[in-house]
Structures are given as C-alpha cells and as structure tokens.
C-alpha cells in the first residue's frame, strides 16, 4: 500500500488511490502514540477498505467511491455468505469516503472472508441509481481480528444473527414518539454533533438494549449518552403499519445542533 493511501485513511480525507490487490491477510498498522490498531485493503480499482480501533472507538471506512453531496449515502453490502446488509453510511468530506452506522457487526462479518460486493448509491436522497463495487477481501483475518480485539469487539454477539431493518424507500413517519435529546452540555463549544444507534425493537414498537455505534468528538462529549437517554421512550411504527417487526436491529442517526 501507497504511503499516501495509508495517510488519507488516517486524516480521513483525501481522494486515495491504492496498488494492490487483497493478499493473504490485511495490512496491519499499530500507531502505540496514537493508541490506534488499523487493519486495510486496497484495491487497483481505486478503493480502500479499513477497520480501525482508535482510543476505544472502532471504525470501518471505506475510500474512494464517487463523489456525493450530503451527510449520507446508500451502500447495500453482500457478504460471501449471501446476507444483504443495506441501510445509509456516514459520508465525509465530498462523500468519497464513508463510515459504517454498525463497525462492531460489519467489522465480525468481514471475518468470513470471499468477495464484497457492494452498491453504491450515486445520488443523494438514496433513490437514484447504484454503482457496483466487488471486493475479494483476504482470505485470512489475523489482524482483522486482532483491530477487532483492540476495540473489544471480535467475540460473537447475539445480535449477529438478528435482521437489520431497512426503512423502505420514500416511506415517513417510521417514528410515533420522536427521540428528544438534550445538547449536551460539555459540548456547546461544539455547535453540533451525531450519535450512530442500534436498538432491538420490541412490541409495540418499543425499542430495547440501545447502544451507541459511533459518535462525534470522542465519547467524553456525551453525545451518545445523550442519544440513548432519549430513545428510552420513543416509539416507532409496528410492523403492520410498516415499520420494524419485534426482534429486528434498528439502526439510526441523531444529529445534534444548537440553534442559532
């Protein structure tokens, strides 16, 4: 791998360009100083997949898709065993390079190894069209797994196995009570922020065991803690008007913002 490939996934900016294709294993680069463990892939197409642990905080980006406006982006992900994952990543800079909503249960499904495909939504909202990607990822997973373990996420989880529910397209109202968080406080320097979730919906729309996947400015901000305080009493539609069934992974994003 490049060494300028290597520094825009670092900076998580940039527009990579990678010379090699998936060998044996992942790369692995440990930065002890910056307490971060990074595990990467590139490809001759121009794209580079990484897993990163970083203070605690795991990641899982991908670089060098096309450009795209906006704070998201559609990716629908296959996996070698043939489970579709799809749902909207977090895009950075001019969309290029995106972040998974759920590194902790993308991260364990990279494990298995094959080819990746991907579909890339070209346009923002996600309703136009896709460009495929496929990424034969390395057969072994040494220091995947040892990123994985950095971040205390490489051991099997229940939620593994569970669907994750994907909000048809064009639908509204998926929310009865609308999560309401309070700014935190130790961030109003800040102006804003975001806090990735996933929750198991209940009946009747409860939702259950919520937990953070990833947030902005390091946990210390609290945005996170802010997010799941104030899904505890929301609601979302039932499964007969159209939202998630009871036992599916509800995956979503709130965004922090102080009025002007």
Known sequence: MRAGVLAAVLALAGSPAVAQ???DDWDLTVDDAQGMTLATVGYSSGQTLAVRCRAGDLDILIS???PIEGPSRRIEATYADGRLESGLWLAAGDGSL???PAPRLDGR???QGGTLLLAVGLESPPTGPLRQFSLDLPARSANLQRVLDACGAGQPDPRDDLVRWVEPIGMSGLWRRQPTPT???QATHLGSGFATFSCV???EGRLGDCRIERESHARRYGFG???VTSLRNARVAPANDGGPAAGMILLGTIRFRIAP
């Open 183 to 185: 700014y935190p406080e």
């Open 21 to 23: 294709d998936a060998g």
């Open 201 to 203: 919906v209940g009946e």
């Open 109 to 111: 499904r990279l494990r």
């Open 225 to 227: 803690e802010a997010a």
């Open 64 to 66: 060098g898709l096309p």
């Open 98 to 100: 995106v972040f998974s």
